[in-house]
Every structure is written in structure tokens, then in C-alpha cells.
């Protein structure tokens, strides 16, 4: 849940902004430990048209932005401030969507606000996790540095998501073309065949007639059905963000593909040992990875470890405990981190090696797209040949 808070830290400067936590009494202690005196916190309702507006903001400005954006900021905060950094990336911005978003920092900033603050008001454009280190960040007043391992973070993901991409490629466009010819032969083939069994008195192969009727609904009704998938892709969005039940299917289902867990880890390894070196204790710091995860699933175990780990419970113990297709290599080093007192540089391991595992999933991933994307469309391609030859052979049956 996302709460709105208003109150004052030890200096009695003044502290409002949002944040997220599973409940009130988390959202109250969590502020309590950034050190904040709360004056009033109550849940926040953000409307529908505002998410997807931020949604779109996203799509437009892409991920690569946001890695361009902290790296340029991480240079300037070496000989300017936070105010004057934003304000130049601001005057030198040229698309208008990167306009918006540096204006509004700016007035927030200049307006009293925290930088963490102005940045939490768009959320769901720079996420929970980042917006979390930059208050760390405000709190050792090392920013500059911060936010260059931000950057270094944000260009990782982008480059694997990158590569995600370009694998997906092919298969696209071949499915595509396959659909394409399927349309054009169901348009203006099949009804030929059509015609001439119509005339003889004959009935056209099951598979034939199925494409046949099939593609012509398709076709005729394209406009309602793009208005529908349209329609039924708000809706799902919806639920998704709204059902508790849905985005925990997701989350697990998504755990349970190889390149998406090992992501999920080399975020979590990292992000954990960056919080363990800002000094924060691991049972803070497990708690914060639990709050920025975007998978409700992780964000559900990781919740499970961090009680185990508050009730006394070694926190290599606990991963294995709760946290199923985790490697036995990940677990050993962390293990050995906490007896030797190398849990951070542990850590740091885990996510070399998690990064190592992704890089070999993207090899092989071309490979395996162009063949399932290549099957799927011999299917088509099949079914279109069986559907043209079949009434062919049969014509002698006519007569």
C-alpha cells in the first residue's frame, strides 16, 4: 500500500511526501526509523487516469533515460548541488516528457522538498528501490556516489532487458509474416475453393472451412476486436495492480523462469549489499529489498525471511527455508559470509555470479527463440498447405 505523511525530523525541519509498507503500523515504523516524527499518515488513493498517465510518461521517456539521467546527475553533483544539478538537466533536456518531469523536480525541490520526496511524487517511473537508496543517500550524505551505483544498476538491467528484446526479433517478425500470409490466402484463395464446392454440391475440408470461417470473422470484425483487446487489456492491468491473488500468481510463475529469477537475485544480492554497507542492520536491510521488489511473490518470502531473522534465525538458513530454485552455490557463500564476517563481499559475489548466469541464459536465448518462433510458424504455414491441398484432392470426388 502506498501512504501519505506528513511530519518533522530532529532538526524540526519539515518532511511530507509518500511511501510504501504492508500496513500502517509498517508505514509508522518505517518513518520512525528514517528518523521522522509523524504529524499525520493515512493511506493514499491514486486514481486510475493518474497510473496510467505515469505509465505512459514511462513508455515514453524508456529506461535508458532514466540510466542517462542519474549518470549525468552523478557527474554535475561533483562540482554543484542537488538544485542547481536538476535545474541544468532541466535546461538542457530535450524531449518534452524529460521537460515535465525535471520542471516538477525542480518546484519540488526548490519548493522545500527532499530529493528522495520529489522523486517519490513519480514512483512508478523510478521505482521504490531507487528512491530508497536516494534516501539513504540524503541520510550518509553520500549522494554523488550513490547515485553513480544507481546508474551502474539501471544500465545492467537495461542492457539484459536490451538483449531480451533483440532475441525476440525474429520470431516476431516471422510469426508476423505468417499471420500476414494466412490472412491474405484465407481472403482471397480459400474462398475460391469455396465457391467451387458451393457449385458442385460438394462440402470443403474441416480444416479448410475452420480457417476459412475463422479468418473471415477476424477480418470482418477487426475494429470490435481491437476495441476489445483494447478494453480487455485495461481491465487486466487493473486487476493486476488491484488483486492480491493475481499479481502473487504472476510473481511465482515469473520466479519460476530462469532469466527473470536470476534478475530478481542480481537485484536483490546487489541492492542488499549496498544497504549493508550504508551501515544498515540486515534485518533493515532485508525488510527495505522486501518493500522495493516489484514481484509480490519475492516481496512475500523475503517478508517470511525477515522474521526468521528477527526471531534469531541465521539468514542463509532462512533463504533456503523459504526460497525454492535458489541455488546451493548462492547459499554456500552466503553461509561462509556470515561465519567469516564477509557477508557484503559474499554478497557481492552472488551477483557476479547471478549477472555470469544471465549472460549465458541471453547466448543461448537467439538460438531457442528462432526455433520455437520457426515451429510456431511451420504450424501456420502447415495448416494453411493442408488447408489448400486437401480440397484439391478431394475435387475428384466431385465428379
Not at 523459504?322 to 548462492?330: D, E, G, I, R
Amino acid at each position: 500500500m502506498k501512504f501519505k505523511y506528513e511530519g518533522y525530523d530532529k532538526n524540526s525541519v519539515a518532511k511530507f511526501g509518500t511511501l510504501d509498507a504492508e500496513s500502517l503500523t509498517d508505514a509508522y515504523s518505517a518513518l520512525q526509523f528514517q528518523g521522522v516524527t509523524v504529524v499525520n499518515l493515512e493511506a493514499e488513493k491514486s486514481s486510475i487516469l493518474k497510473i496510467f498517465s505515469e505509465y505512459f510518461l514511462r513508455l515514453q521517456l524508456g529506461e535508458k533515460w532514466k540510466s542517462v539521467f542519474f549518470r549525468e546527475l552523478s557527474v554535475m553533483l561533483g562540482v554543484m548541488n542537488i538544485h542547481d544539478a536538476i535545474q541544468s538537466l532541466k535546461k538542457s533536456a530535450a524531449e518534452i516528457s524529460a521537460q515535465k518531469i525535471f520542471s516538477e523536480l525542480f518546484n519540488s525541490i526548490e519548493g522545500g522538498e527532499t530529493f528522495s520526496a520529489a522523486l517519490r511524487r513519480h514512483e512508478i517511473i523510478f521505482g521504490s528501490d531507487v528512491i530508497q537508496s536516494i534516501e539513504i543517500a540524503e541520510t550518509s550524505g553520500n549522494l554523488q556516489e550513490i547515485t553513480a551505483q544507481i546508474a551502474d544498476r539501471l544500465e545492467q538491467n537495461y542492457s539484459t532487458e536490451r538483449k531480451v528484446r533483440g532475441a525476440m526479433y525474429y520470431p516476431i517478425v516471422v510469426l508476423v509474416a505468417a499471420v500476414i500470409a494466412a490472412l491474405i490466402m484465407i481472403k482471397y484463395t480459400l474462398p475460391v475453393f469455396e465457391s467451387f464446392y458451393n457449385d458442385q454440391g460438394g462440402e470443403l475440408p474441416l480444416i479448410t472451412l475452420i480457417l476459412l470461417r475463422g479468418g473471415n470473422f477476424l477480418i470482418e470484425n477487426l475494429p470490435v476486436i481491437f476495441i476489445l483487446t483494447l478494453a480487455a487489456i485495461f481491465l487486466a492491468v487493473i486487476i493486476y495492480r488491484e488483486v492480491g491473488e493475481v499479481k502473487f500468481f504472476f510473481g511465482k510463475l515469473k520466479w519460476q523462469i530462469k532469466i527473470f529469477r536470476e534478475i530478481e537475485l542480481r537485484n536483490f544480492f546487489g541492492r542488499l549489499s549496498f544497504l549493508l554497507e550504508s551501515g544498515i542492520t540486515l534485518n533493515d536491510a532485508v525488510k527495505m529489498c522486501s518493500l522495493s521488489s516489484g514481484n509480490l511473490f519475492v516481496k512475500n518470502f523475503l517478508g517470511e525471511v525477515k522474521n526468521s531473522v528477527e526471531r534469531g534465525e541465521k539468514f542463509g538458513a532462512a533463504l533456503k527455508k523459504f526460497v525454492k530454485n535458489f541455488s546451493a552455490l548462492y547459499l554456500g557463500l552466503i553461509v561462509t559470509g556470515e561465519e567469516s564476517g564477509e557477508l557484503t563481499e559474499m554478497l557481492k559475489q552472488c551477483e557476479s555470479m547471478a549477472n555470469f548466469e544471465i549472460e549465458e541464459t541471453l547466448r543461448e536465448l537467439p538460438a531457442k527463440a528462432e526455433v520455437y518462433g520457426t515451429l510456431a510458424a511451420g504450424i501456420i504455414v502447415g495448416a494453411l498447405v493442408f488447408s489448400i491441398i486437401l480440397p484439391i484432392l478431394n475435387m475428384t470426388n466431385l465428379f
